[in-house]
């Protein structure tokens, strides 16, 4: 299908250890975001690409966080010297073009779950 | 501080009765109302989007509800099915630009046989 794609589905590692997420919008869609979702909890913000416009990084939790997005279209979260409480859903979605003031849905991926040993 | 609240945190019903969800929120500015299913292990899947001036929307057998004068959305589910097993998140936008969307924490609704 056409939808957004994120991978891996699951990833397991060791505390201290750096980890990447990679997302694969919907081709075409301007705008993509990172989502953090923890165990019974709303979804958490971390970071908005729009265009060629400088991303919104003000959600993200601390400076091990980062993301980038290369030619507009897949973008990397990378979290460095993996802790405990890093662990969670990792949700990457994507739209036709900023969704906040228009009708466009946001389109989700599956999550990458993310459990740090 | 803008907020987004759900009620009931979680829900069971049997197959084949309705059922309502609600959503209260404080967020200002408001830009537009969304409900969100999410099964398990699943990304959120778009329901509903209604702005500031419509009061209904519906999607098959889900129907949204709002009132923006007291700040309150409300999901009905008709006829319910065991693949309405799920997770209804409300999500509010908070202005017209960028990622001002404010999540609620969901309602669990479980559809037993």
């Known amino acids: 299908g056409a939808g957004v794609s994120q991978s891996p589905s699951n990833k397991v590692t060791e505390k201290g250890k750096d980890v990447e997420l990679r997302c694969d919008p919907i081709s075409g869609h301007t705008a993509l975001y990172w989502y953090r979702q923890s165990l019974g909890q709303g979804l958490e913000f971390l970071i908005y690409f729009q265009g060629n416009s400088a991303p919104d990084k003000s959600g993200l939790p601390s400076d091990r966080f980062s993301a980038e997005r290369t030619g507009g279209s897949v973008s990397t979260l990378t979290i460095q010297r993996t802790q405990q409480e890093d662990s969670a859903v990792y949700l990457c979605a994507s739209s036709l073009r900023d969704a906040a003031g228009s009708n466009q849905p946001q389109h989700f991926g599956d999550g990458t779950r993310l459990s740090i040993l | 501080k803008n907020q987004v609240e759900q009620s009931p945190q979680s829900l069971i019903i049997l197959e084949g009765k309705n059922c309502t969800l609600q959503?209260?929120?404080?967020?200002?500015?408001?830009?537009?109302l969304r409900w969100y299913k999410q099964d398990t292990g699943r990304g959120p899947v778009s329901l509903t989007i209604m702005t500031f001036s419509e009061n209904t929307k519906s999607n098959g057998r889900y129907t949204a509800t709002l009132d923006a004068d007291t700040k309150q959305s409300s999901l009905h589910i008709t006829a319910s099915q065991l693949s309405d097993s799920a997770s209804y998140i409300c999500v509010v936008s908070a202005g017209d630009y960028g990622q001002n969307f404010v999540f609620g924490p969901g309602t669990r609704l479980s559809v037993l046989p």
């Open positions: 959503c209260n929120y404080t967020v200002s500015p408001f830009s537009n």
